[in-house]
């Protein structure tokens, strides 16, 4: 099993905002290898399977609401101990308890539209990386 990589999304307000470039190149800049990258619309139905996880909380219909209102860049990335470095990159998923220099901290405007997502394991960065792609759109 590949265990350098992790999965992210860019989400909605990312989108909205402009700000995909400049996120791009914080996760560049971190030393990050794009293995695979598109432009997606999350439909509910998807949103509500990638956060099943989440489904008993109280912010899950927001969430769901939030992360199909438009398009989000998905991508598989790749560096030495991935996951827990890119979760150190993105920072805390408040903004406001996120460090500064992190992306959450420069892009995200509040703890529900916090900018970024971030595998928290590698097990789940493979379920959600195959979530999203297919082996033939990995490189
Ligand atoms: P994470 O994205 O930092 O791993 P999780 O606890 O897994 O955070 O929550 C998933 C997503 O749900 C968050 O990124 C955020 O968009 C949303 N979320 C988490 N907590 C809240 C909340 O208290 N209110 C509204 N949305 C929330
Ligand atoms: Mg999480």
Redesign the pocket.
Known sequence: MITNRTFTML?PDSVEKGNIGAILEKINAAGFRIVAMKLTHMTKRDAEAF?A??NE???FD??VE??TRGPIVAAILEKDNAVEDF?AL?G???PEEAAEGTIRKLYAA?????AV??S?SNENAAIEGAFHFSGREMF
Do not use: Q, V
């Open positions: 989400k956060y996880i989440h909380r109280p912010f927001e969430l939030y992360m979760r993105i805390a998923t408040n509040s703890i529900g539209e916090n997502h971030g928290d």
